[in-house]
């Protein structure tokens, strides 16, 4: 999906994480046979609680928020997003946060409006991190949110891993795909479903799979509806989907489901230790999403069939 040229970019509400080179990671406690990027990837990628994985830091110890500027200075336009990786998460961040701001309200009868979440995004270099009230992030992570300050996190330079390790398209809606469906657990957050996630978290049935499936069902929500989002002056930001961009998305959730990294990772595919789903579930779920549009289809937690 390609964003309109003349569309205006709005950096205010990402910002870039510091707290410097080395020292401590994300560290897995408990064991287990699998290790280093691949564990990480399994429970953290596309929405694993990392309060799970470290203790959460003291409130006021968060990350530290350096280099922003620079953001606002290359990411200006929708032509910036078209060219240039940083400035499409920013661009999808704008889209998604003004679909929840028009749809949210409608959808749940005024009850809830949709507040607004800020992203940080880390790891250009080797070693550079970003601390988190969750936990200490760096560029062996992929993207997460974090429900104790409110954030999400995200490395640009993950989408390389994506592609080359667990062979998703390189294509735009891949990636604002993957900025869509953690903004989905920042929606179940403000909807109080998402420590539903904790509850009987692994396994094929369990609260995880529904969570995260619920999150891809979000995000197929928000493709469809992207092309009615608007910047600040009332400029479309996007251009409608292709069937080369819906195909993209569907090529990242694929890359994502538990069975296929699994077996990428330990050559056997184990459904007690599902936490995200697998890859049919993941893309039919984005699907649910795409071709209802309706936030009561993405009730999984209902649902008799995952």
Known sequence: MTFNDDAQLDTSGVSRGGGGRGGRGLAIGGGGGILGLIVLVIYLFMGGDPSQVQQPQPQG????????????????TGADANKDV???????????????????PE???????????????????????????CGTADNNVGPFYCPLDKTVYLSATFFK?????????SGPLAQEYVVAHEYGHALQDQLGLLERAQQDPKG??????R???QAD????MWAKGAVETKDAQGRALMKPLTENDVRDALSAAESVGDDHIQQQAQGRVTPENFTHGTSE??????????????INKCNTFAATRL
């Open 217 to 220: 069902c979000f995000a197929g």
């Open 204 to 209: 094929p049935e369990g609260g995880g799979v």
């Open 107 to 133: 959808a749940s009868g005024g009850r809830y409006q949709w507040r607004d979440t800020n992203m940080v995004l880390f790891g250009r270099a080797q070693g550079e991190q970003a601390r988190s009230a």
């Open 61 to 76: 110890q968060g990350q530290e928020q350096v280099g922003a500027g620079d953001l606002a200075e290359k990411c200006r």
């Open 161 to 169: 891993v994506l592609e080359q390790q667990f062979g998703s398209s």
């Open 86 to 104: 940083e400035c499409r998460i920013v661009a999808a961040q704008n889209s998604v946060q003004a679909y929840w701001r028009a749809t949210l």
């Open 211 to 213: 969570t995260e499936l």
């Open 281 to 294: 579930q993941r893309q039919r779920w984005f699907m649910t999403g795409y071709e209802t549009g309706d």
